[in-house]
Nanobody, 118 residues
Framework: QVQLVESGGGLVQAGGSLRLSCVVS????????MSWYRQAPGKQRELVAQ???????VYLGSVKGRFAISADNDKKTVYLQMNGLKPEDTGVYYC????????????WGQGTQVAVSS
């Protein structure tokens, strides 16, 4: 069974940086689509960044140039480096796996809280 565990969230001042990590277990890694989503209070969950097995990336427009997603296949870990954080980046960040290990259904982690103060 695919399991995802996120870490790295916290409270940071505007302009600061955080690096989120998501460790995947229960499946092989490297033939999947890994994503980071976030959900702010009272808002819908939105896609922040995505990386495919081939290394292609997609970013939410408001984070382009500030955030970077990457994956380490040996460690079965996907990262989200967040620089130049803004208060509007505040929310719970979730890691998502879609791949052969889940029959191409989405699997989610428990989320990690990111709070950016102004």
């Amino acid at each position: 069974q695919v399991q995802l565990v996120e870490s790295g969230g916290g409270l940071v001042q505007a302009g600061g940086s955080l690096r989120l990590s998501c460790v995947v277990s229960g499946t092989n890694f490297g033939r999947d689509v890994m994503s980071w989503y976030r959900q702010a209070p009272g808002k819908q969950r939105e896609l922040v960044a995505q990386i495919t097995a081939g290394g292609s990336t997609v970013y939410l427009g408001s984070v382009k140039g500030r955030f970077a997603i990457s994956a380490d296949n040996d460690k079965k870990t996907v990262y989200l480096q967040m620089n130049g954080l803004k208060p509007e980046d505040t929310g719970v960040y979730y890691c998502s796996y879609v791949g052969p290990g889940s029959n191409w259904n989405a699997r989610w982690g428990q989320g990690t809280q990111v709070a950016v103060s102004s």
